[in-house]
């Protein structure tokens, strides 16, 4: 999942870049529209990062479950604030608190799937 995880971790710092300089715009926007408009995209390209960052994270991370789970969102948090943060120094992007809202949200909605796949795997649902 490591490999998945930096891939797709990847794409995504790809597409702001691409947005960022207003390269690809009809493709990207295509992207937006396919997901549900500007703030669906938010929710759910971050909680497949954050779903993905979270089986990643059993391989490098020698914590307990939860103390895991709070690590991948603090840092997956802090990035996606960064990422918008840049946005508001960027004459061609703007920034929203709405858009990390969604995000944010998105990256909850990855761990508690995660969580949620766990518990079904042991036996508890």
């Known amino acids: 999942m490591l490999p998945l995880f930096i891939a797709y971790s990847v794409f995504l710092v790809v597409l702001s870049v691409c947005k960022s300089a207003e390269w ?14 500007d703030k ?7 909680a497949g ?6 089986f990643a994270s059993e391989q490098v991370m020698k914590l307990t479950l939860m103390k895991r789970m709070l690590a991948v969102f603090v840092f997956l948090s802090l990035a996606l604030l ?18 990390s809202a969604y995000g944010v949200c998105g990256l909850a909605s990855g761990i508690a799937t995660y969580l949620v796949i766990l518990m079904i795997l042991a036996g508890i649902f």
């Open 24 to 37: 690809f715009l009809p493709t990207i926007y295509g992207l937006e529209h396919w997901l549900g408009g």
């Open 49 to 54: 990062l954050s779903f993905l960052a979270c």
């Open 40 to 46: 669906w995209m938010h929710l759910k390209l971050a």
């Open 82 to 99: 960064l990422d918008e943060m840049l946005q508001y120094i960027i004459a061609a992007r703007r920034f929203e608190w709405l858009d």
